[in-house]
Nanobody, 122 residues
Framework: QVQLVESGGGLVQAGGSLRLSCAASGSIFSINAMGWYRQAPGKQRELVADITSGGTTNYADSVKGRFTISRDNAKNTVYLQMNSLEPEDTAVYYC????????????????WGQGTQVTVSS
């Protein structure tokens, strides 16, 4: 019913930048919080950053000052600008969104994107 599609991942050298985007489509009434998670091989999935519908942001300590999350509510899209990338940032990045598909404020579901690979070389 709802799809999240990530784009913007790829290979980059340490110190470089990438911008990820995630566009939600389908039967969407509204989207509340949106966020980015990442998972490296052999590690648990962790929150990178999230943003409320009102624009309040939250970041993992490891990316503060380097990454910036933003969103365009009119386009149902969330972005992650990643600067000063480090090899430790290498992971599959997943988009997440809390979505209401009806006008009922009591019904909200979490949706996940397929993931996009980010690889940072030293």
């Amino acid at each position: 019913q709802v799809q999240l599609v990530e784009s913007g991942g790829g290979l980059v050298q340490a110190g470089g930048s990438l911008r990820l985007s995630c566009a939600a489509s389908g039967s969407i009434f509204s989207i509340n919080a949106m966020g980015w998670y990442r998972q490296a091989p052999g590690k648990q999935r962790e929150l990178v950053a999230d943003i409320t519908s009102g624009g309040t942001t939250n970041y993992a300590d490891s990316v503060k000052g380097r990454f910036t999350i933003s969103r365009d509510n009119a386009k149902n899209t969330v972005y992650l600008q990643m600067n000063s990338l480090e090899p430790e940032d290498t992971a599959v990045y997943y988009c997440n969104a809390g979505v209401r598909t009806t006008m009922s404020r009591f019904i909200e579901y979490d949706y996940w994107g397929q993931g996009t690979q980010v690889t940072v070389s030293s």
